[in-house]
Nanobody, 124 residues
Framework: QVQLVESGGGLVQAGGSLRLSCSTS????????MGWFRQAPGKEREFVAA????????DYADSVKGRFTISRDNSKNTVYLRMNSLKPEDTAVYYC?????????????????WGQGTQVTVSS
């Protein structure tokens, strides 16, 4: 079992930045590929970014490319999502997720473990 805890969400003005963190605990000796997803009010959860365990391969949703960066510090069992140039449409609950090391996936059904989410609100 792996437990995931997100932090770093909050209220920010459009154009601002936030850095989300996802701390993992439990069976962290195993290697997991990680993803970030988000769910806006009234919408389905959608893929945002993903990284392999090594960080050598990453993928992003088109809507966040060039603005968001996923990174990880495996020595701290933590994954980050740096969000720059935030827009009101980025407002959502952001979730991190983990999957056994099978490669990057944009599908939430491929992820076995999920955090509880952290709210990001971008005001115009």
């Amino acid at each position: 079992q792996v437990q995931l805890v997100e932090s770093g969400g909050g209220l920010v003005q459009a154009g601002g930045s936030l850095r989300l963190s996802c701390s993992t605990s439990g069976r962290t000796s195993s290697r997991y590929d990680m993803g970030w997803f988000r769910q806006a009010p009234g919408k389905e959860r959608e893929f945002v970014a993903a990284s392999t365990w090594s960080g050598g391969s990453r993928d992003y949703a088109d809507s966040v490319k060039g603005r968001f960066t996923i990174s990880r510090d495996n020595s701290k069992n933590t994954v980050y999502l740096r969000m720059n140039s935030l827009k009101p449409e980025d407002t959502a609950v952001y979730y991190c997720a983990a999957r056994p090391r099978f490669g990057i996936s944009t599908l939430e059904t491929d992820y076995d473990y999920w955090g509880q989410g952290t709210q990001v609100t971008v005001s115009s």
